[in-house]
């Protein structure tokens, strides 16, 4: 009885809750229960279930340079491939059809990018014969295949043996010899493949004595010599030390490579046309800087009012509470002028944390989202180091980073985005991420937002940063650059200090990030911008309608954003062709 009057009570509280939410809403919240459901999309399951599909495929198949990983992963992706072909696109709605080009595009490029991966694999097979034998160890685990213990040990055995053999072959003078790019790609290749042995090993030892006796010894052999060959390969091939800091070595993709990624990312532009682009943009921040610097009576020389700026940095624990303030100016002039509606609750829930000093080695600025990470010097840092920190996050400059992480940047993004269509996720674009962050760069640079000298090259030192790395990532990619002279135009145009350009650089090329990811910022900014232009400025939607709608469609290309916004007519063969930068020949 006294379960059963409980029961009625839970019920009788959770109709009350759902009357007091409809009738007051949440938080300051609309209180429209149509507000809190997307339109329909048949498209949606599908892909949700591709996701779990993957999740699972890519945690069973743990040796990552495992061809039957590689075959499996093809084969899912035929299989969606032929479930859209059998869809009827002229029957779904324009949120479906946009769904099914998504989704195609993405699954042809999954398709090329293993075929990519595949061919780099084989660049480095003579580097790494043994991979086979450890990803075959993997995946018989996997399959919970019974294991031979003595089996096992004497193919550890022979793996110790083959791996100091070929240390000893490529330690010949007359020997010949990769090139660098596949060598450090091959180290970083064995430093996974280490792991996948451990993780074969550790699954077995002591659990079963017998293969604890016969693998223990082996093991250590196999692990030992693989370690060493890492290290050579690493010193003696790609010439680095292990305490190297400076020296940075990519692995350009080439042109074609990244005409193919352009075209995935819905960008119908050469890489030639966008070098041509961040040229003009460049020019343009030179411009500007030019008449801030006058301001600050330094006349045309922009690179001392950039040093001028950089020694007004805050004292050593400063640093967070001026982050707050700066986060707080973006919010309110942001909801003041309408321009985006703020979820009380993201305004509520964003968070500061330190950087550590590891990480400021490849990010030396700030990161963010839902946390903003202050990039700061701690104690452990040397006076050079602590004082280049301080230069290159003062507040001039962090003015315009804090708005670019938290809000209306990517912590709005990222917030909405959840709540609104999470599925969209799989989409995700850079060109859309931190093209969105940096847009509102141009839009409050347009509308004012920076008024003193010092601000403005604060907000112009991070646009000609943009620039910058649009040409110096596509000159390295097809092959025109070094690392080095990409280090150079961050330190001599842009303003950079010389440790920060390094880690910059390295960052870019590190292997973390998509070749086009650097570029993306202000390609997806000059989007943005002119989506606003043709929308905006041309009344046919507000400020807030216009950003609002956007957050609201997920993190997908821009040019497919456009689609939506504008309703164009979609057709299954559907190609890139919005050339959103005016002044270039098409």
């Not at 451990?198 to 093991?219: A, L, N």
């Not at 005409?259 to 532009?269: A, G, N, R, T, W």
């Not at 790395?469 to 330190?491: A, K």
Request: with cysteine; hydrophobic share 40%.
């Amino acid at each position: 009885m006294k379960d059963r009057v409980l029961g009625q009570f839970s019920r009788l509280l959770v109709v009350a809750v759902v009357i007091q939410l409809v009738t007051s809403g949440v938080a300051g919240q609309s209180a429209d229960p149509g507000e809190y459901n997307d339109p329909p999309s048949r498209l949606r399951g599908v892909i949700e279930r591709f996701n779990a599909d993957v999740g699972i495929l890519d945690r069973f198949y743990s040796a990552g340079t495992s061809a039957k990983r590689s075959e499996r992963f093809r084969a899912l992706y035929q299989e969606r491939l032929a479930t859209l072909a059998s869809f009827n696109f002229e029957s779904p709605n324009h949120d479906e059809q946009v769904d099914h080009i998504l989704f195609k595009n993405y699954l042809e490029h999954e398709i090329k990018e293993q075929l990519r991966s595949d061919a780099q694999f084989a660049e480095m097979r003579s580097l790494m014969p043994f991979a086979v034998t450890i990803n075959d160890l993997e995946d018989t685990r996997r399959r919970l295949e019974p294991v031979d213990p003595a089996g096992s040990a004497a193919t550890l055995n022979e793996l110790a043996k083959q791996v100091a053999a070929l240390q000893k072959g490529l330690d010949d003078p007359k020997a010949a010899k990769p090139k660098r790019t596949v060598a450090n790609r091959a180290a970083r290749t064995i430093s996974d493949l280490r792991t996948t042995l451990r993780r074969w090993y550790t699954f077995h030892t002591g659990y079963d004595p017998i293969f604890t006796w016969w693998c223990e010894s082996p093991f250590k052999a196999a692990d030992d010599a693989l370690a060493k060959y890492q290290t050579f390969i690493t010193e003696k091939l790609v010439g680095i030390k292990a305490d190297d800091k400076t020296t940075i070595i990519g692995d350009p993709i080439g042109r074609e490579a990244l005409i193919e990624e352009l075209k995935f990312e819905m960008i119908p532009y050469t890489p030639e046309e966008l070098v041509q682009i961040a040229n003009k943009e460049f020019e343009w921040c030179v411009a500007e800087f030019k008449k801030a610097s006058r301001e600050m009576g330094f006349g045309d020389d922009y690179l001392k009012a950039i040093e001028a700026v950089k020694q007004k940095y805050v004292e050593p624990g400063k640093q967070p509470e001026l982050i707050k303030r700066l986060a707080y100016e973006a919010i309110e002039y942001v909801e003041k002028n309408d321009l985006v509606t703020v979820p009380k609750i993201a305004r509520e829930g964003w968070r500061m944390e330190m950087m550590t000093p590891e990480r400021q080695l490849v990010a030396p600025f700030f990161l963010g989202g839902e946390t903003i990470l202050v990039s700061y010097p701690t104690d452990g840092m040397t006076h050079e180091q602590k004082l280049m920190s301080m230069r290159g996050n003062n507040p001039h400059f962090a003015r315009a980073v804090t708005h670019h992480e938290l809000i209306p940047g990517h912590h709005l993004q990222g917030f909405m985005s959840q709540r609104y269509r999470p599925y969209r996720g799989i989409f995700r674009t850079p060109f859309n991420t931190e093209g969105w962050a940096l847009y509102w760069e141009f839009l409050l640079w347009d509308r004012g937002f920076s008024k003193s000298p010092e601000d403005k090259i604060g907000a112009l030192f991070w646009r000609s940063h943009r620039a910058a790395r649009i040409i110096f990532s596509l000159n390295f990619h097809l092959g025109n650059w070094t690392p080095e002279q990409c280090v150079d135009l961050l330190v001599e145009k842009v303003g950079h200090e010389r440790d920060n350009a390094l880690a910059e650089v390295r960052r870019s090329f590190s292997g973390d990030y998509g070749p086009l990811y650097q570029m993306a910022y202000m390609m997806g900014g000059l989007q943005f911008q002119q989506l606003h232009r043709d929308l905006v400025e041309n009344k046919k939607m507000t400020d807030r309608q216009f950003h609002d709608a956007i957050l609201k469609e997920g993190p997908i290309p821009v040019e497919m954003m456009r689609a939506i916004l504008t309703k164009q007519k979609i057709t299954r063969d559907f190609a890139t062709n919005w050339r959103f930068y005016g002044g270039l020949a098409k």
